[in-house]
């Protein structure tokens, strides 16, 4: 019985001494901190104005890219348009595209979600 209780307690005291062993190891490292704080470029957007034509769409260029005066691209699949300096407006090839997001909301499309 005396021998079972002497290695019980060597064994704890083994893993005490290794677990202070590891807290040593691992505070002697420190914690990893950048040089300087991250600096996030500035936002642009840019004003594009509104054509004087009275219509509300017109179709994508044929590189899907969207015509001067009219930045809101619309999928008419999936119902959704994409505003300038959205998540998803560079790489949205359009089907049509509007001067502003109230035109296209008011033909029934929604917004994306980012």
């Not at 807290?23 to 950048?34: C, D, E, I, V």
């Not at 348009?81 to 001067?99: I, K, L, M, N, S």
């Not at 035109?103 to 499309?109: H, L, N, R, S």
Request: net charge positive; proline share 11%.
């Amino acid at each position: 019985m005396t021998t079972a209780l002497r290695r019980t307690l060597f064994l704890v005291v083994l893993a005490v001494l290794g677990g202070a062993a590891y807290s040593w190891w691992n505070g002697r490292k420190g914690t990893l901190a950048p040089a300087a704080a991250p600096e996030w470029p500035p936002i642009t957007i840019a004003s594009e104005s509104v054509p004087a034509t009275d219509q509300t769409w017109v179709p994508a260029n044929e590189d899907g890219s969207s015509p001067p005066g009219y930045p809101v691209k619309v999928k008419t699949s999936s119902g959704i348009y994409h505003v300038p300096g959205g998540r998803f407006h560079e790489r949205t090839r359009p089907d049509r595209c509007y001067a502003t997001a109230e035109a296209a909301e008011a033909d029934g499309y929604r917004p994306s979600k980012s």
